[in-house]
Antibody
Framework: EVQLVESGGGLVQPGGSLRLSCAASGFTFSNYWMHWVRQAPGKGLVWVSRIYSDGTGTKYADSVKGRFTISRDNAKNTLYLQMNSLRAEDTAVYYC????????????WGQGTLVTVSS | QSVLTQPPSVSGAPGQRVTISCTGSSSNIGAGYDVHWYQQLPGTAPKLLIYGNTNRPSGVPGRFSGSKSGTSASLAITGLQAEDEADYYCQSYDNSLSGSVFGGGTKVTVL
């Protein structure tokens, strides 16, 4: 069974940093592109970032470019999101999601981890 | 403001058919990229409902169907059931943004 389990969320002050992790199991992690998607309280889904299966290629939404860094450790089956210079508008539930090998859909999602940026 | 446009809400009585539209542009749906749909039940993570415009993953009931034409796509729910009350999101790829794009979400209410 495919499982994605996020961790690392919490309360952080504006300007602070946080690193999210997503532990993957039940599939060959190194074969899949992975994404981070966030959802602000009461709002819709917003794509944040994507990384190639081998970690060589990354893309970011304009809203986080230069502040967030996506990475992965295929030996540990873990996806990361390093978030720096956090702002109040980064407050959201952050989901990691697997990209299907047959389409660019997100075929499996984690349960999410809440990041709250507030003083 | 989301790149893909969905109606904020739709409603229907049990057993009825409802449709949700998803309108994009020439850099996403109109460029030929597939549209995918997700269902998000209250307090849970999104779940893939339709992929590649019309395909249902294993386990998704046949009352859910998708279509795509031009710069738009639609999700239809026939034989609406109480358990279908949820938020629904469309998603595609945008070549000007070089990333996934989502609709703003549509809340389906079963009357």
């Amino acid at each position: 069974e495919v499982q994605l389990v996020e961790s690392g969320g919490g309360l952080v002050q504006p300007g602070g940093s946080l690193r999210l992790s997503c532990a993957a199991s039940g599939f060959t992690f190194s074969n899949y592109w992975m994404h981070w998607v966030r959802q602000a309280p009461g709002k819709g889904l917003v794509w944040v970032s994507r990384i190639y299966s081998d970690g060589t290629g990354t893309k970011y939404a304009d809203s986080v470019k230069g502040r967030f860094t996506i990475s992965r450790d295929n030996a540990k089956n873990t996806l990361y999101l390093q978030m720096n210079s956090l702002r109040a508008e980064d407050t959201a539930v952050y989901y990691c999601a697997r990209e299907s090998q047959y389409s660019n859909s997100h075929d499996h999602w984690g349960q999410g981890t809440l990041v709250t940026v507030s003083s | 403001q989301s790149v893909l446009t969905q109606p904020p809400s739709v409603s229907g009585a049990p057993g009825q058919r409802v449709t949700i539209s998803c309108t994009g542009s020439s850099s996403n749906i109109g460029a030929g990229y597939d549209v995918h749909w997700y269902q998000q039940l209250p307090g849970t993570a999104p779940k893939l409902l339709i992929y590649g415009n019309t395909n249902r993953p294993s386990g998704v009931p046949g009352r859910f169907s998708g279509s795509k034409s031009g710069t738009s796509a639609s999700l239809a729910i026939t034989g609406l059931q109480a358990e279908d009350e949820a938020d629904y999101y469309c998603q595609s790829y945008d070549n000007s943004l070089s990333g996934s794009v989502f609709g703003g979400g549509t809340k389906v209410t079963v009357l």
